[in-house]
């Protein structure tokens, strides 16, 4: 029985109340000075923008382009509604369809899902950057590959970005690498025949 008493006078002298009384008198003293100003600097987030709207430079099809836009506004918006590129297009908008793709230091990216503020300093292209002899946009023409035309842009630029990383492709190869494009149209086939055809011009494997 003594040692029952002995533990029901330690649960006693522990209560909830004091425990909550000595964390905030912890959590004030870490307020009052005990980090250094050079800690506490340190400890600051770096490169915030926002929350209001902020002026950004992109480069854009060798050009560089000014907008005002907020922190969270995508790359695709800024395109579109600060800068009059309309040809990414704003389908999905959570990065399933591919019909805002752009390429971003060369690499094939979605639009839709780069905030503008992050794409500073990377060269960005989008369709109309494009030459209208380029060999793929010619090849689309050729293979009736656009139909609608609203997934167009996207393809164009995923193929172009495809061609870059394999130039001798095989129509599987085509398949595969355009899977992230979504056509609603269903012309999938003219749009491969159209790649292996670009691929051919440049030189490819296919030639």
């Known amino acids: ?8 006078k330690t649960r006693k002298g522990f209560s909830r109340r004091g425990f909550i009384r000595g964390v905030g ?11 250094e100003p050079e800690q506490a600097e340190a400890q600051q987030p770096k490169n915030v923008a926002g929350p209001a709207a902020v ?3 992109l ?5 560089p382009m000014k907008a005002t836009v907020e922190p969270r506004e995508t790359l695709l918006d800024t395109l579109r509604n600060h800068l009059d590129l309309t040809a ?9 369809c591919g019909a805002c ?20 300093g990377k060269q ?3 369709l109309e950057g494009v030459a209208q002899s ?11 590959a656009q139909q609608c035309g609203y997934c167009t842009p996207g393809f164009v630029m995923a193929a172009r970005g495809f061609l870059a990383k394999t130039p001798n492709p095989s129509y599987d190869d085509v398949k595969n690498g355009l899977g992230g494009n979504l056509c609603r149209c269903g012309t999938y086939v003219g749009v491969r025949k159209a790649v292996l055809q670009a691929a051919k011009a440049r030189g490819g494997r296919n030639a």
Request: proline share 0%; charged share 15%; hydrophobic share 40%.
């Open 1 to 8: 029985m003594g040692s029952n008493d002995e533990l029901n």
């Open 25 to 35: 008198i912890s959590g004030g003293a870490l307020g009052t000075g005990l980090l």
């Open 55 to 57: 002026a950004i430079t």
């Open 59 to 63: 480069n854009v099809n060798g050009k």
């Open 88 to 96: 990414a297009k704003r389908v999905c908008d959570r990065g399933t």
């Open 101 to 120: 793709t752009v390429t971003m230091n060369g690499k094939v990216v979605y639009s839709c899902t780069v905030l503008a503020i992050d794409a500073q």
């Open 124 to 126: 960005i292209q989008t």
């Open 134 to 144: 380029d060999a793929v946009v010619q090849a689309f023409v050729d293979h009736d």
